[in-house]
């Protein structure tokens, strides 16, 4: 019986040794390899890149995991690219506004300029025609002068008035816009 057994001996450690190697090739193929798979794609997903798909085509827990990954990372691309789109959108908004609000400062700094030439022009005859400076004495002539002082300030101030109620219209636009998405 000894002498049975150890001619089998190493046959029975060959067919355990073949039966280990079989075993654990079936399982690398069918659970450690797709996971090491699905593990990469994550791995990239969340490196942002979302062009990679796990291609998964089983029918267990790990392709439904596979088929998981591959539309979160459609739907992130998708997401991400909206947001893109969104960012560029609100820049160039930004840019408009920016651009806006120059120019009514450009026209503010004017309009003071060109208000305060005709206020101290009015003033100026007011005062002398008040205190009796001679060339003021021809009331005639001042009063007529500073009347038309006074109708290019309000025509200036009226200017000043549409001006603002164009940029409150335009914010008002703005937060239709803002409402509406």
Known sequence: LW?????????????????????SFI??????????KLSEVSGRIAKMDFDVKSGSKR???IGDLGRDLD??????????????K????????IERVNELE???????AAA??????????AQGQVRGMMDGIEPYNDFETYLPKTLSSLKRMESLI??????????????????IGRASC
Not at 71 to 84: A, D
């Open 71 to 84: 539309e979160l990372s459609t739907n992130l691309n998708e997401t991400i690219t909206s947001l893109n």
């Open 59 to 61: 029918r267990d827990e």
């Open 102 to 108: 120059r120019q009514k400062d450009v026209f503010f």
């Open 3 to 23: 002498e049975a057994l150890k001619k089998t001996l190493p046959l029975i450690i060959a067919a355990i040794i073949l039966v280990s190697v079989i075993c």
């Open 112 to 121: 003071s300029h060109e208000l305060k030439t005709p206020i101290t022009i």
């Open 86 to 93: 969104r960012t560029e959108e609100l820049e160039r908004e």
């Open 158 to 175: 009226n200017e000043i008035l549409t001006a603002s109620r164009m940029q409150a219209g335009n914010e008002i636009e703005i937060e």
């Open 27 to 36: 399982y690398t193929h069918l659970f450690a390899r797709p996971v090491q």
